[in-house]
């Protein structure tokens, strides 16, 4: 679909060494997503949010292409640098923010895809929504986020209304709508793995609330 296809993720190569300009570029495509959810109130932090940590991981790296080639370069170059204060400092904490993001559009699409669907209610998206701030935010949220946000998916548009959306306004069926987020669901879940597995492996990832 136009709006997630508008810039794709590069294939994650074998040594899952993710370069940081083309995933800056491909990233720098998704923050409008959240405006195909309706719920301005709601969801126009999270896009804010997604767009902020877009702009300060760009910083660092524009600082020294060179020596911040790759995601992994970054949060290695930071973990020296920052001492005890990392992970929770530069760009390290602005990508780990972001992945969270990328994870509920990640979800949310990979649910649509799937079919998965209030059987009583097929066109409402309440069920793909709650999924995936369950698995992407849900944990990282203080009382009052939760319940705001479990509260908004009684506002979010239809299923249909989404989709059309995402192909920014055009009429095109069901079907190869979805296959489009197919195409970019295999592009960025295997970055978004890597990612995710990397902080991991570099005990980075923080666990504190919102």
């Known amino acids: 679909?136009?709006?997630?296809l508008d810039s794709e993720f590069k294939v994650l190569p074998a040594d899952k060494q993710i370069e940081t300009a083309p995933f800056l570029e491909a990233v720098s495509h998704l923050p409008p997503f959240f405006d195909c959810l309706g719920t301005p109130i709601m969801y126009a932090?999270?896009?804010a949010d997604l767009s902020g940590n877009i702009k300060k991981?760009?910083?660092v790296y524009e600082t020294n292409p060179e020596k911040f080639r790759t995601l992994q370069n970054?949060?290695?170059a930071e973990k020296e640098m920052h001492g005890s204060a990392w992970p929770k400092v530069g760009a390290t904490l602005a990508l780990m923010w972001?992945?969270?993001g990328?994870?509920?559009i990640q979800v949310l699409?990979?649910?649509l895809c799937d079919g998965e669907r209030d059987e009583d209610n097929p066109n409402l998206i309440r069920v793909n929504a709650t999924k995936a701030y369950e698995m992407a935010l849900q944990k990282y949220h203080g009382w009052i986020l939760q319940k705001l946000f479990l509260g908004s998916v009684y506002a979010l548009p239809y299923k249909s209304d989404?989709?059309?959306a995402l192909e920014k306004g055009r009429e095109v069926k069901e079907e190869e709508t979805l296959e489009k987020i197919h195409q970019f669901l295999t592009k960025v879940t295997p970055i978004l793995d890597a990612i995710y597995e990397m902080y991991t492996k570099m005990n980075a990832e923080l666990n504190y609330k919102a």
């Open 74 to 76: 970054i949060l290695e």
């Open 57 to 59: 991981i760009r910083a």
């Open 102 to 104: 990328l994870k509920f």
């Open 98 to 100: 972001l992945k969270r």
């Open 109 to 111: 699409m990979q649910s």
């Open 45 to 47: 932090p999270v896009k």
């Open 162 to 164: 989404l989709l059309k």
């Open 1 to 4: 679909m136009a709006l997630l």
